[in-house]
């Protein structure tokens, strides 16, 4: 798979916590699943350095 074809692949990401009614699902590409994963880990060294 050529390396544009894969960080434009969509894969669906769902998210489920006790206060939701249902999951919550979003279609996503990998380009942008690695980004909010980027941003999820930013998030969590922030949280840690308080």
Known sequence: MHEDDYASEV???ELDWGDLDEPYRRDLTRQ???QLLLN???M????ANQ
Do not use: E, S
């Not at 969590?44 to 949280?47: K, S, Y």
């Open 44 to 47: 969590a060294d922030t949280t």
């Open 11 to 13: 894969v669906t990401v």
């Open 40 to 42: 999820f880990d930013d």
């Open 32 to 34: 942008q699943l690695g």
